[in-house]
Structures are given as structure tokens and as C-alpha cells.
């Protein structure tokens, strides 16, 4: 039963410090207790929303392009002989159709976007009730011994900070790091598709990021648990 209760609890708490530096362990709970189903459809919304971002830079270039190469004089042209220069006639058929492109890719992004909010909003809800149940679950079928051996601090700031950390810190954690790697692999998509010869220059960095991101993890979860630890105590004797 302890070690039941020792697992449950161990999610909320490896899921709170998964905010400072998670891990595969920690990612895999926490992405159960929330449901793949809902994961899917996050990431999901997360890589249409980067995409149709990207779509709205790519459409503008090709329109700009467009009137580069005399789109724009021949409708200038067309504008002036009107008798209304304000009219909708004075808009051709090339540029009603990158306007209405453009809105089309507009409107798909702020769709994509509310899926993302309102799945990330309910996978965090529904991780945060399962690691809670789980947990509390696990706790009250411990035996006696358990609550002998084990300090009431550490079992309170269980349910009390670590479940904090999981029902509000790591879903907004989870959707800010999301969209800047959406961001980040979208932009070096467009790079790398305009220059191509940018592609080693990636490699360095990625390693140079690396070899800063392995140290800091690594304090960043011992910050963690030496916090948790240090709280016990104090919860205790409140």
C-alpha cells in the first residue's frame, strides 16, 4: 500500500518539478493522467496554427511577388480608366484573390489557436483530477504504519504545492514551450527553405543549447526537491 501510495503521489510530484526540468517518465505520466486523445489534438492545433502562420508570411511574399511583376501596374491602370477609383471595381481579380486568401489563412490561424487554449485548458484539468484521484486514492488505503513512518509535512505538501504546480503551473508551462518550439522549427523551416546553406550553421547551435539546457536541468530539479523538502517542516507545523 505505501509503495502504492509512493507512486501516485510521486507523479504529482514529479510533474511539479517537471516545470523546472522534465523528463520522459514525468512527460509520459503526466500526458496519461491528461488523455491522448487530448494530447493529439493539442499538438495537433499546436503544428496547424505554426503552419498557417507560416502560410500567411509565404502568401504575402507570393503577392508582393505578384505586383512585382506587374500585377500591380496593370490594376493601377485598370483603377484609373474607372469612373470611381473607390469603387470595388477599382480592386482586380489578382488582388481580390490574395485578399481573400489571406483571409482565409486569418481566419483557419484564430481557429487553430482556440483549439489549442481550450485543449490545453481541458488536458490540464483532466491531468490534474487523475493525478489528484490517483494519489488520494493511493493515500487512503495506506495502512496505519504509513502514516507513523511518513512526516505530515511531506504528505500535505503533496496535495497541497505539487498539485498546485500540476493543475496551474505546468499546463501553462507546457503551452508557452510548445508554441516557441512550433515557433522556432516554423521559423528555421522558412529559413532553411530561403537558404538552404544555413543547415550546418543549425548544428552548432543546437549543440551549444544543449550542452547549456543538461547543467541547468539538472539544478533546476534539485532547486525543486531541496524547495519541497524544505517546506515539509514548515507545513507540518502549521
Given at each position: 500500500?505505501?509503495?502504492?501510495?509512493?507512486?501516485?503521489?510521486?507523479?504529482?510530484?514529479?510533474?511539479?518539478?517537471?516545470?523546472?526540468?522534465?523528463?520522459?517518465?514525468?512527460?509520459?505520466?503526466?500526458?496519461?493522467?491528461?488523455?491522448?486523445?487530448?494530447?493529439?489534438?493539442?499538438?495537433?492545433?499546436?503544428?496547424?496554427?505554426?503552419?498557417?502562420?507560416?502560410?500567411?508570411?509565404?502568401w504575402l511574399a507570393a503577392w508582393v511577388g505578384a505586383e512585382d511583376a506587374g500585377v500591380r501596374g496593370e490594376e493601377v491602370a485598370a483603377a484609373t480608366d474607372s469612373s470611381s477609383a473607390?469603387?470595388?471595381?477599382?480592386?482586380?481579380?489578382?488582388?481580390?484573390?490574395?485578399?481573400?486568401?489571406?483571409?482565409?489563412?486569418?481566419?483557419?490561424?484564430?481557429?487553430?489557436?482556440?483549439?489549442?487554449?481550450?485543449?490545453?485548458?481541458?488536458?490540464?484539468?483532466?491531468?490534474?483530477?487523475?493525478?489528484?484521484?490517483?494519489?488520494?486514492?493511493?493515500?487512503?488505503?495506506?495502512?496505519?504504519?504509513?502514516?507513523?513512518?511518513?512526516?505530515?509535512?511531506?504528505?500535505?505538501?503533496?496535495?497541497?504545492?505539487?498539485?498546485?504546480?500540476?493543475?496551474?503551473?505546468?499546463?501553462?508551462?507546457?503551452?508557452?514551450?510548445?508554441?516557441?518550439?512550433?515557433?522556432?522549427?516554423?521559423?528555421?523551416?522558412?529559413?532553411?527553405?530561403?537558404?538552404?546553406?544555413?543547415?550546418?550553421?543549425?548544428?552548432?547551435?543546437?549543440?551549444?543549447?544543449?550542452?547549456?539546457?543538461?547543467?541547468?536541468?539538472?539544478?533546476?530539479?534539485?532547486?525543486?526537491?531541496?524547495?519541497?523538502?524544505?517546506?515539509?517542516?514548515?507545513?507540518?507545523?502549521?
Amino acid at each position: 500500500k505505501r509503495i502504492g501510495y509512493e507512486t501516485a503521489v510521486g507523479g504529482a510530484s514529479a510533474a511539479a518539478a517537471a516545470c523546472a526540468s522534465p523528463s520522459p517518465a514525468t512527460t509520459a505520466a503526466w500526458l496519461g493522467a491528461a488523455g491522448w486523445g487530448l494530447v493529439a489534438v493539442a499538438l495537433a492545433s499546436v503544428a496547424l496554427m505554426q503552419a498557417t502562420r507560416n502560410g500567411g508570411d509565404v502568401w504575402l511574399a507570393a503577392w508582393v511577388g505578384a505586383e512585382d511583376a506587374g500585377v500591380r501596374g496593370e490594376e493601377v491602370a485598370a483603377a484609373t480608366d474607372s469612373s470611381s477609383a473607390l469603387s470595388s471595381s477599382s480592386l482586380g481579380p489578382a488582388t481580390r484573390f490574395y485578399v481573400a486568401g489571406l483571409l482565409v489563412i486569418a481566419v483557419a490561424n484564430s481557429v487553430f489557436a482556440l483549439v489549442r487554449a481550450f485543449s490545453f485548458a481541458f488536458a490540464g484539468l483532466r491531468a490534474a483530477k487523475a493525478l489528484h484521484d490517483r494519489a488520494l486514492a493511493a493515500l487512503l488505503a495506506s495502512p496505519p504504519a504509513f502514516f507513523a513512518a511518513a512526516p505530515a509535512g511531506r504528505v500535505l505538501n503533496r496535495f497541497g504545492a505539487d498539485v498546485g504546480v500540476v493543475d496551474d503551473a505546468l499546463p501553462f508551462v507546457a503551452n508557452v514551450a510548445l508554441a516557441n518550439f512550433a515557433g522556432l522549427a516554423g521559423a528555421a523551416a522558412v529559413m532553411l527553405g530561403a537558404q538552404p546553406a544555413l543547415a550546418p550553421a543549425l548544428l552548432p547551435l543546437a549543440a551549444g543549447f544543449r550542452s547549456l539546457q543538461i547543467p541547468y536541468s539538472a539544478a533546476a530539479r534539485e532547486l525543486r526537491r531541496l524547495d519541497a523538502v524544505a517546506r515539509s517542516p514548515v507545513v507540518a507545523g502549521v
